[in-house]
């Protein structure tokens, strides 16, 4: 049995909908409401694996019982262990160009983008019930995870680092621009997960970042987008939102650097 | 086909491509790097990768920068004993440890490494010099490490920190380790060469917290990697002390 426990169809969990979907896999949607902090409701019984979540909040898929977690991997996992179209690139260099996609804008873009996306839309949602939140959180370990919520609600993101957020975002952009200008996907000449995975992330940014991301300055990455939306698996896996408006729905993400 | 390997010690990033290489019986060109002598920063290795970071493998036209990717490359792209488990969700707990070693237990080991060792191993040099030194580094964010690492400008709550995650690390890592007998499960893979890599000085590094009483597992994981014969070919390649440290792992050493 094969069931993915998601929220909104944006950024970490539109990654593994999509594949899904290419997959045309046959799977049980398990809806979560992020905004509820449903996810520690859950009640699944994974490893430690799953438990710690290296993305700390993001999707779970449950594969004849044993729980799979973050985000990329996922992606390499669905696209491994499911029948269907292949979603992983051929030669061996262009497999190490998927690999090293995945944790370069891993680390990069699934820091920066949730903490702009939170900060503009999850942020309100969640003090309208304070109280409520703030009892939610108590109880959530490892505490990596509760202080990622705690510092978005603190006051930590203030108008000068979110300014720095968007000038860090310019360095893996450029790249992302930069490897699509030589072509027209990032890990060679097929339509592969690190596709999937920079999409989900960068799909957002001209609203979150328009000084970043725009017809000017990255009109590959724009091109990209719309040739991603408009597949039908993309549709698919966007029209499993509930809000109507997937695009405005965040979840904290991978910690910044400790380094600086 | 040559495979040159831009490299340091066999240590942390570096050794991750040594040790796949070796185990995939793959020979390579081995071109040291001296990272406390910035030979990185060096404008002929920055021709090699323009970012001025190690390792880098050069493999015909293909130049590749990220450590834990080209293990992947390592076992993708010659022949020799398969490095990855065969079973789709064990490849995934090796892909969800190495990301867990790199990204959380790393660079908390790094910072209490760096603060102890390249930090006062590069200071005893005029600060002019070291200024110059960082402004030869291409990357913010290792302008921003090498900084902190020259100037000593650890905070006492970071180091604090990273030392309590350290600890945490080692915890979930020995009850892993009771579960399963490799990183990935029943198969020793690209998981153990990295885990080995970060791990190999831990007994040195945190000897209350990763010794045979307390962490009985991580301490034979250790020692079965250290003699395999690919691990005794790379660590006799380095050429510090920081390296020799490896040999606490024989067991002769504490019969």
């Not at chain 1, 051929?90 to 090293?100: E, N, P, T």
């Not at chain 2, 070796?22 to 790097?33: C, L, P, Q, T, W």
Request: hydrophobic share 40%; net charge neutral.
């Amino acid at each position: 049995m094969l069931e993915l426990y998601h929220s909104e169809p944006n950024t970490f969990f539109l990654k593994p909908l999509i594949a899904l979907h290419e997959k045309q896999a046959d799977f049980q949607s398990r809806w979560f409401d992020a905004d509820q902090l449903e996810q520690f409701g859950l009640g699944l019984d994974g490893e430690v694996e799953a438990h710690l979540n290296l993305e700390r909040e993001g999707p779970l898929l449950r594969h004849d019982g044993t729980l799979i977690s973050s985000s990329f991997f996922m992606l390499e996992y669905i696209a491994e262990a499911l029948p269907g179209v292949r979603l992983l690139p051929k030669s061996a260099h262009d497999l190490y160009r998927a690999h090293a996609s995945g944790q370069f804008l891993g680390a990069h873009l699934g820091s920066l983008v949730p903490i702009l996306g939170c900060v503009k839309y999850t942020v309100p949602r969640l003090q309208r019930d304070r109280a409520r939140v703030d009892d939610c959180l108590k109880k959530v370990e490892p505490q990596e995870r509760r202080l990622n919520w705690l510092s978005l609600l603190d006051g930590t993101y203030t108008p000068e680092i979110l300014a720095t957020a968007r000038e860090r975002l310019k360095f893996p952009v450029s790249r992302v621009e930069a490897t699509l200008n030589s072509g027209p996907w990032l890990a060679g000449p097929e339509y592969s997960i690190a596709d999937i995975d920079a999409f989900a992330m960068l799909r957002v940014l001209p609203d979150l970042a328009p000084d970043v991301v725009n017809e000017s300055a990255t009109p590959r990455i724009l091109d990209f987008i719309a040739r991603i939306e408009a597949r039908a698996a993309v549709r698919a896996a966007l029209a499993t939102s509930r809000s109507g408006k997937p695009q405005q729905h965040f979840v904290p993400g991978v910690e910044p650097s400790r380094w600086g | 086909m040559t495979v040159r390997l831009y490299h340091w010690e066999p240590n942390a990033n570096s050794g991750k491509p040594m040790l796949a290489l070796a185990e995939k019986g793959v020979d390579f060109e081995s071109h040291y790097i001296d990272l406390l002598k910035f030979d990185q920063h060096q404008p002929d290795y920055l021709k090699i990768n323009p970012d001025g970071t190690i390792p880098a493998m050069v493999h015909g036209d293909h130049v590749l920068t990220e450590s834990t990717p080209m293990m992947e490359y390592a076992d993708d792209a010659f022949d020799g004993p398969p490095l990855k488990p065969a079973d789709p969700k064990e490849r995934w707990r090796m892909r969800w440890w190495m990301r867990f070693f790199d990204s959380y237990f790393a660079p908390s080991a790094s910072m209490i490494g760096w603060s102890i060792f390249v930090g006062p191993a590069v200071r005893q040099r005029p600060k002019e010099e070291l200024e110059a030194a960082i402004a030869r580094i291409p990357l913010e964010s290792r302008r921003i490490a090498w900084r902190k690492a020259m100037f000593n400008q650890f905070s006492e709550a970071e180091l604090a920190e990273s030392k309590r995650r350290v600890i945490f690390c080692l915890g979930i890592l020995e009850q892993h380790l009771t579960r399963h007998e490799w990183i990935a499960g029943r198969t020793y893979s690209l998981g153990d060469m990295n885990g080995f890599n970060l791990g190999y000085a831990m007994p040195l590094a945190q000897p209350d917290y990763c010794n045979d009483a307390k962490t009985p597992r991580i301490m034979e994981w250790l020692r079965r990697i250290y003699e395999r014969p690919a691990a005794k070919k790379i660590w006799a390649l380095g050429r510090t002390a920081m390296a020799q440290r490896v040999k606490f792992l024989e067991r002769a050493a504490h019969a």
